[in-house]
């Protein structure tokens, strides 16, 4: 098994799970990340939930990941997950290796991309989702990487 490549912050917020990604990623770290999720996330299995993902600092990952992060979607939106933001900058190769892992609509569930974390959350809001004030909650929403 190689070294895990990539990183991530994961906080459960109310019935929202936040998330930070940096760097490229390999499969380990796909992987790693999967199975911490999981268990943040194992409180809001059984009720509505959603996630908000920060991916300005995220560089695409290996092809290997796809398969991995194509599952563990299906996984979060067979476990409650209703709707889900992604937030970065306009870029086709973000845009591109996401939509290959992670659908736009399925059932419930709905995913939208954002390049500003505010207009996410108050998505969220309205959809009955609400942030309250944390550390990495107040990082990201003034625009701030919270670095490892």
């Known amino acids: 098994m190689f070294t895990v490549h990539g990183s991530w912050k994961i906080e ?12 490229s990623w390999n499969e380990e770290a796909a992987i790693t990340y999967i199975k911490e999720f999981r268990e943040a996330a194992s409180q809001l299995v059984g009720s509505p939930w ?3 993902s920060v991916l300005e600092d995220w ?17 979060f939106i067979n476990n409650g997950c209703t ?4 937030v970065y900058s306009r870029s086709a190769a973000k845009r591109m290796q996401l939509n290959k892992m992670i659908p736009h609509k399925e059932g419930n569930y ?10 996410s959350a108050a998505w969220l809001n309205e959809n009955g989702f609400t942030l309250e004030p944390t550390d990495l909650f107040n990082t990201l929403s003034s625009g701030n990487s919270p670095k490892s």
């Open 83 to 86: 709707h889900d933001c992604h």
């Open 12 to 23: 459960v917020n109310n019935n929202v799970m936040l998330q930070w990604f940096e760097g």
């Open 59 to 75: 560089q695409l990952g290996a092809p290997e990941i796809e398969q991995h992060i194509g599952e563990h979607a299906a996984w």
């Open 110 to 119: 709905e995913r939208r991309v954002f390049d500003d974390f505010n207009l």
């Open 50 to 52: 959603a996630i908000l």
